[in-house]
T-cell receptor, first 115, second 112 residues
Framework: NAGVTQTPKFRVLKTGQSMTLLCAQDMNHEYMYWYRQDPGMGLRLIHYSVGEGTTAKGEVPDGYNVSRLKKQNFLLGLESAAPSQTSVYFC??????????????FGPGTRLTVL | DAKTTQPPSMDCAEGRAANLPCNHSTISGNEYVYWYRQIHSQGPQYIIHGLKNNETNEMASLIITEDRKSSTLILPHATLRDTAVYYCIVRVEETSGSRLTFGEGTQLTVNP
């Protein structure tokens, strides 16, 4: 049981390049989330999904797109990277059963630098 | 969601109890108190949550005051591995997707 995994672990982009971050979970969770964390700050929610085929905006969605074509995967896309998107990106998932709605399981993070 | 206030940093001696406070004076009746921690460079980890009653699990205990305006997370025998940022979050339980708001938390340093 791997839990939540993220690919890649590190990436350096040039301004204007695009990339996709992949999040996968093997816990059959309904909900998945993408956060970003800037140095010395707490996490901020970018986008989230309450089920396969659904997505919704979080606190800081601008400049990002997401897709949830399969229940176990949640993709975060940057169409035209900017230096302000330099951050650590965390994916998380949670179940809606058993009342554990807010018990989120986090991945190890992706460290992205945009030059 | 109710706003939470935590001290920016705390120290604790290894083997002693670590008591981390959190103020949430505007908490409403259906909001739970959640605690997460983030060890350096890792993803946050869920610790415990509660509504009214005190809660205990294998990691920690959560003490919530009777008026629910504040709470304390207790790590009974802190180890060096407990050095982390601890986040107190107040949130309703909802079925439309959990949207946790992480503040700046408390940096707990456990000293040998």
């Amino acid at each position: 049981n791997a839990g939540v995994t993220q690919t890649p672990k590190f990436r350096v982009l040039k301004t204007g390049q695009s990339m996709t971050l992949l999040c996968a979970q093997d816990m059959n969770h309904e909900y998945m989330y993408w956060y970003r964390q800037d140095p010395g700050m707490g996490l901020r929610l970018i986008h989230y999904s309450v089920g396969e085929g659904t997505t919704a905006k979080g606190e800081v969605p601008d400049g990002y797109n997401v897709s949830r074509l399969k229940k176990q995967n949640f993709l975060l896309g940057l169409e035209s990277a900017a230096p302000s998107q330099t951050s650590v990106y965390f994916c998380a998932s949670s179940s809606h059963s058993g009342g554990a709605y807010n018990e989120q399981f986090f991945g190890p993070g992706t460290r992205l630098t945009v030059l | 969601d109710a706003k939470t206030t935590q001290p920016p940093s705390m120290d604790c001696a290894e083997g002693r109890a670590a008591n981390l406070p959190c103020n949430h004076s505007t908490i409403s009746g259906n909001e739970y108190v959640y605690w997460y921690r983030q060890i350096h460079s890792q993803g946050p980890q869920y610790i415990i949550h509660g509504l009214k009653n005190n809660e205990t699990n294998e990691m920690a205990s959560l003490i919530i005051t009777e008026d629910r305006k504040s709470s304390t997370l207790i790590l009974p025998h802190a180890t060096l591995r407990d050095t982390a940022v601890y986040y107190c979050i107040v949130r309703v339980e909802e079925t439309s997707g959990s949207r946790l708001t992480f503040g700046e938390g408390t940096q707990l340093t456990v000293n040998p």
